[in-house]
């Protein structure tokens, strides 16, 4: 069983947490919210479903993880006007543990600058954000290159989730 | 008296659109609201302040306004998703009239390719996709390069008012 990091601030896009942490917890595995202050409630963008935040980032340790979530919607860019997300999102990177990143997620690997000659894909209107990062932008339902899983938009949660799940030891 | 398109979209930062807006018809300008669709009411996402859209983004000519507003907030996230818009942003800048820039709004600006070798400011949490599409980005409350005047976040409002007017023929 894996331990799976989520990171979520406002206004994430609610299915792009619900739907893989149910799978993941189906499938056994143990999930803990990082954000930017611990017992702090966060809300969805479209059904204000609830998450309470576990770990603020500024205490949060790669070592303590198996793979990191990064759900989309307007919270990666919340959570990228802060350091301490900015760096656990570096250093889980750099660890080259799975990160599975959906919709608006790659807006925080950008700001972490993690993403130069990496293969992603995202939602439609960070398209040039990515390119400009230096990264190479595919229009897929899911790219896997290395630890790195990504998916566009709600619609690609099926097999977005068959990937990320595939990843975990 | 000059005429100023408004471009904008759900979730716009309120007093982004609320403070100018008020400045530019006490002033004696006139506002035209630019959007996706005309007819549609979009809202603000802190005070869900109406806007109707007086003409949809295909159908807008910058030739008939003197000016181009964009606030800030998740509206140019959800603008520069769609082809129309982008082109009538990208079509204003290279006319040489003036643009008012606050907050998110250099992410249309971005996706419009229109930022290389230019000064501007913004919000924080765009900070590396501003310098990632080769603009150089400065924190300061108001920044004017040649057409283009920018600010960070709704407490610059006052400077970027001043600054906006002061363009206007």
Sequence with gaps: MSHIAVIIDEWFEDSEYTEPVEAF??????????????????????????VTVDVAAE???PADYDALLIPGGYSPDKLRAHDAPVRFVRD???SGKPVFSICHAPQILITADVLKGRRITGYKSIVQDIRNAGAHFENQEVVVDGNLISSRFPADLPAFIRASIAALV
Tied chains: 1, 2.
């Design 25 to 50: 917890k189906v499938a056994g595995h143990q999930v803990t919210h990082v954000g930017l202050e611990k017992g702090k409630t966060v809300r969805g963008k479209k059904k204000s479903t609830p």
């Design 59 to 61: 205490k949060a340790d």
């Design 92 to 94: 889980f990177m750099e």
